[in-house]
C-alpha cells in the first residue's frame, strides 16, 4: 500500500490543477477525499442535503457556509471545485471515490457541544480583529503560514481545534490506512500535520508532475465515479 497526500486549500486554483494531475499521473486504486456524503452530494448537484433545524449547530454550519461561498465569489473560485476535478480525474482512470470525512452534521453537533455561546463569540471576535496577515487566499498559503495558523487555533480555541481538525484527522487516517493498494488523498492543507503523523509514511505532492499536467489538459476521455462508501 502506498499513499501520496496532495494538500489543498479550498480557494486556490492551483490545488484544483494539482489534485487533478496527481491523479492522472499516479493512476492510483483509490482516491480518498476530505468529504462525507452529504457535502460529496451538494457538491456535484448543486443541493444541499443537511436536516435544518433551528439550532446552534445549523447556525453556524450556514455562517460557515455563507462565509465560504463569499470567499469563493471574491476569487472567482467555486469552493470545493478540487474535489469535483479530483473526482473527475478518478473517473478517468477508473479510480474508486472514498469519503473519509466525518458525517458534516456531526461534526457541527460535537463543535457546539463543546462551545459556549460566549466561547463562539470569543472566536469570531479574534477572526476579526485578531492579528493580520496579508496573502493572496487565490493561491496556496505558505507552510509557515498554514502551520502559524493552526498552532494559534490549537492554543487559543482548544476545544474547536480537537473536534474540527484533531478527531477528523483520526477518523480520516484510519479510514484511508484501511484503503488497498495505491491511494491519492486529497485534503486540506490544515491537516497535512496531524496526517503525517498518524500516516508517517505517507508522502506529501508538493508540486504537480509534469506528465501529469499534460494529461491533466489533453485528456477527454470521460467515465463514471466509483464511489466508496465508509
Avoid: W
Wanted: proline share 3%; no cysteine.
Amino acid at each position: 500500500m502506498s499513499i501520496l497526500i496532495v494538500p489543498i486549500s479550498h480557494l486556490a486554483k492551483e490545488s484544483r490543477e494539482l489534485a487533478k494531475a496527481t491523479i492522472l499521473e499516479e493512476k492510483p486504486d483509490f482516491v480518498a477525499l476530505e468529504l462525507d456524503a452529504k457535502r460529496f452530494f451538494s457538491l456535484f448537484s448543486g443541493k444541499h442535503r443537511y436536516v435544518v433545524r433551528p439550532s446552534l449547530s445549523s447556525l453556524v454550519g450556514y455562517v460557515l457556509f455563507r462565509l465560504q461561498k463569499q470567499l469563493g465569489s471574491s476569487v472567482g473560485q467555486k469552493p470545493g471545485a478540487e474535489f469535483v476535478e479530483a473526482a473527475r480525474a478518478a473517473a478517468k482512470v477508473k479510480a474508486k471515490v472514498a469519503l473519509v470525512d466525518q458525517d458534516i452534521e456531526l461534526t457541527l453537533k460535537k463543535l457546539t457541544r463543546s462551545l459556549s455561546l460566549s466561547y463562539l463569540a470569543r472566536f469570531v471576535a479574534l477572526a476579526l480583529v485578531g492579528r493580520r496577515v496579508s496573502f493572496d487566499i487565490s493561491r496556496m498559503p505558505s507552510e509557515k503560514l498554514i502551520a502559524e495558523a493552526m498552532a494559534d487555533l490549537e492554543k487559543y480555541f482548544p476545544k474547536l481545534y480537537k473536534v474540527f481538525v484533531d478527531e477528523r484527522n483520526h477518523l480520516m487516517a484510519r479510514r484511508v490506512g484501511s484503503l488497498k493498494g495505491k491511494v491519492v488523498f486529497v485534503v486540506g492543507a490544515g491537516h497535512i500535520a496531524g496526517l503525517k503523523r498518524l500516516l508517517p509514511r505517507a508522502k506529501i505532492v508538493k508540486q504537480a508532475l509534469k506528465e501529469g499536467k499534460r494529461r491533466g489538459k489533453h485528456a477527454k476521455k470521460k467515465g463514471k465515479v466509483q464511489l466508496l462508501k465508509n
